[in-house]
């Protein structure tokens, strides 16, 4: 099955905002960010951009994360495209 750029963005929508992955994604989101570690992140230029590390973050979880049984979230997307 070949993804489009429409197709990828739905299944990213989804992985946003199930409730079945839900405390995943959000232990997920703390891990990618380092936000438990001690002192500030600083990111260079536009890379700092919240709306860019957000989808930065979204489109890792959603096609690399591994959840606990080893699939990627996209795979338990109801295939919305």
């Not at 001690?38 to 890792?60: K, V």
């Amino acid at each position: 099955m070949t993804l489009n750029a429409n197709a990828i963005e739905q299944l990213a929508m989804w992985c946003l905002k199930t409730d079945t992955i839900a405390g995943v994604r959000q232990t997920a989101h703390r891990d990618f960010f380092g936000l438990d570690e001690p002192g500030e992140m600083h990111y260079l230029g536009e890379a700092g951009s919240p709306i860019i590390m957000e989808r930065r973050f979204l489109g890792w979880f959603t096609l690399t994360f591994k959840l606990p049984d080893g699939r990627h979230p996209a795979e338990l997307a109801h295939h919305p495209y």
